[in-house]
């Protein structure tokens, strides 16, 4: 059984795909190696790639500010994405990168078993529900919505991603009614 430090290792000396050669530093995720609630994102973004760390940028701050109005502490979570190293010019994971890297997210999962998987954008969204058996769908038609997978004991819950209520501030309250759901869903499940 992997330990999350050696999936970070192995993401770190990571030349599966074209992303190693432009990024600074992978972002293999943080929080909290017990959590029972897992947000998975699609990819790092600029400031993620400086620090190597998760949602710390823009995004990652509104995701924190609207966290906490919900009484969820980002430490008691743990935070990834699909993808580990950030897309030159922060464009959309391809095919073949989100499937060099997946399997990291994957061994995430299997370590940390979480009980809620909170996806953030369209292709964590599509990548976790196909991981488990679902067909993706519009995010304007799945957002918010809870998917259960009782042989896992997972819940899914689809989230806009946070970056995109940065570029379209009509989706803030969106947003932050479907992290109410997950509140709702925490405190229904523990």
Request: net charge positive; proline share 7%; charged share 30%.
């Amino acid at each position: 059984m992997y330990s999350l430090e050696e999936i970070e290792r192995e993401i770190k000396k990571c030349k599966k795909c074209r992303l190693w050669k432009s990024r600074r530093n992978p972002v293999a995720g943080e929080g909290n190696e017990k959590a029972r609630i897992m947000f998975v994102g699609e990819a790092p973004g600029r400031v993620e790639d400086e620090t190597g760390k998760p949602f710390v940028g823009k995004a990652g701050q509104f995701l924190n500010e609207v966290l906490e109005a919900n009484e969820i502490d980002r430490k008691d979570v743990y935070i990834t994405n699909v993808v580990k190293c950030r897309p030159p010019n922060n464009r959309d994971p391809l095919p073949d990168e989100i499937a060099a890297c997946s399997p990291y997210l994957e061994k995430q999962i299997d370590i940390i078993k979480p009980e809620i998987i909170a996806t953030l954008g369209r292709f964590a969204s599509s990548f976790i529900l196909s991981l488990y058996g679902f067909n993706s769908l519009p995010m304007a038609s799945i957002h918010g919505k809870i998917f259960n997978v009782p042989l896992h004991g997972i819940k899914i819950i689809i989230l806009y991603h946070p970056a995109a209520c940065i570029y379209n501030p009509k989706l803030k309250k969106v947003f932050s009614d479907d992290i109410k759901k997950l509140a709702e869903l925490k405190k229904n499940c523990f």
